[in-house]
């Protein structure tokens, strides 16, 4: 990949070296104890012990989704490879999981564990050409990451890929009853919508996108995310309305009835503490602003 140039502007411009010597056990630890702050998610454990192997670390992110991590520590290491075997093997091994969380968690946060994207990150200090290529072939939730340890302890992380990947469909039991129970999904009301009402939602996917480059989609199951490093918004559709939930202060706008509302204390799906409805052209005009804020804030 090409080389990224860091450049000091103190006492005149001087270019910073970069280096891998950044032991892979020590960039292990590093982004086990930050991994919130680094990739948005919590982490549950390091060296994860499955069949025929050990996840390098594991935990799971703020859409509550199993995210695993693997670090690529020799030339000849295919940490993609790798990955891609222990998600298959955590998605045929979802109890094993669930009782991490719990251990770690406890029951609310097993319980609303979502299996629709979960997620493998791939940390290394390069990638080749054709490993993005083969990873945006596989159409399954893998992101490459490079690191490189600048002089004045700066470390870089750059996302090499987006996956553009569908939402994995659980299986259910052969129950009417439970079948009508079970709440529908995003993409099952986004489909029973007007068309009037599906352009409006898709004005707004393309106005989200459009903000930047580093915004990248995640489809779950009952609601689509936009990030950053962090959900920066996370979008509901229903019959006759779409509900935007922002990651912003309530406090810092002017809330108006039946337009803005303030979620802190009221449960939802997704995240976000500003929640904006969204029913018209109008409406949607006005939350541009409260978009914007929300992707510079991010």
């Given at each position: 990949?090409?080389e990224?140039?860091l ?8 270019e910073?070296s970069?280096?891998e010597v950044i032991l892979e056990k ?10 919130e ?6 982490f ?17 992110d ?16 295919n ?7 222990y ?16 251990e770690?968690?406890?029951m ?6 979502d299996?629709s ?7 290394a ?6 490993d ?6 596989m ?5 490459l990451?490079s690191y490189?340890?600048y002089?004045?302890d700066?470390?870089?992380l750059?996302?090499l890929?987006?996956?553009?990947v ?18 529908k999904?995003?993409?099952?009301k986004?489909?029973?919508v007007?068309d009037?009402?599906k ?13 930047g ?27 006759k ?12 706008v ?5 337009f803005t509302r ?13 929640q904006?409805t ?16 929300a992707y510079?804030?991010?």
């Open positions: 990949m090409a990224i140039k450049f000091s502007l103190r006492e005149g411009v001087k910073c970069s280096s020590e960039l292990q630890t590093l982004i086990e104890q930050n991994m702050t680094f990739f948005g998610v919590r549950l454990k390091s060296e994860y012990v499955v069949t025929n192997g050990r996840m390098d670390s594991i935990g799971i703020e859409n509550n989704s199993p995210v695993i991590f693997e670090y690529k520590r020799s030339q000849n290491e940490v993609i490879n790798q990955g891609l075997f998600l298959d093997w955590l998605l045929d091994h979802k109890a094993n999981f669930k009782l991490l969380v719990i770690k968690l406890g609310e946060a097993a319980n609303n564990i299996w994207v979960p997620c493998v990150i791939c940390v200090h390069d990638f080749t050409k054709y993005i290529h083969a990873v945006n072939q159409q399954r939730n893998i992101k990451v490189r340890k002089d004045n700066l470390l870089l750059e996302h890929n987006t996956p553009t569908k939402p994995i469909v659980e299986n259910t039991i052969n129950d009417s009853d439970v079948k009508n129970s079970a709440p999904s995003h993409i099952e986004l489909a029973a007007s009037d009402l352009n409006l939602y898709y004005a707004i996917c393309d106005f989200i996108e459009s903000l480059d580093d915004i990248v989609s995640n489809q779950l199951k009952l609601y689509l995310a936009y990030k950053k490093v962090q959900n920066m918004v996370c979008i509901e559709i229903y019959n309305q779409i509900i935007l939930f922002l990651k912003l202060n309530p406090e810092t002017n809330l108006e009835k039946g303030d979620m802190r204390s009221i449960g939802h799906y997704g995240t976000g503490d500003l904006i969204v029913k018209n052209t109008a409406d949607f005009e006005k939350a541009k602003p409260l978009l914007e804020k510079n804030e991010a």
